[in-house]
Nanobody, 113 residues
Framework: QVQLVESGGGLVQPGGSLRLSCATS????????MGWYRQAPGKERELVATITSGDTTTYADSVKGRFTISRDNAQNTVYLRMNRVKFEDTAVYYC???????WGQGTRVTVSS
């Protein structure tokens, strides 16, 4: 059974930084694309960033230049570095094995002054 466990969420001030982590089962980590998604209150879940097994990355326009997705195959972990956060980044952040039904439980990020 594949498991994804997010961590690193919390309260951060506008303009601040946060790093989210997603630990995965090692058996498929090296051969799948991973993604970070988020769901803000009252909104649909949206894609934030993806990273392929070859380290090709994509970003939503709203986070481009501020967020960085990366992966550490040795640690079976994918990260989302969030810089210069804004109020509108407040959401529950989920990691997912792209094109699968495997999701983490989510970690909440609240941007507030």
């Amino acid at each position: 059974q594949v498991q994804l466990v997010e961590s690193g969420g919390g309260l951060v001030q506008p303009g601040g930084s946060l790093r989210l982590s997603c630990a995965t089962s090692g058996s498929i980590f090296n051969i799948n694309s991973m993604g970070w998604y988020r769901q803000a209150p009252g909104k649909e879940r949206e894609l934030v960033a993806t990273i392929t097994s070859g380290d090709t990355t994509t970003y939503a326009d709203s986070v481009k230049g501020r967020f960085t997705i990366s992966r550490d195959n040795a640690q079976n972990t994918v990260y989302l570095r969030m810089n210069r956060v804004k109020f509108e980044d407040t959401a529950v952040y989920y990691c997912r094995i792209v094109n699968s039904n495997y999701w983490g439980q989510g970690t909440r990020v609240t941007v507030s002054s």
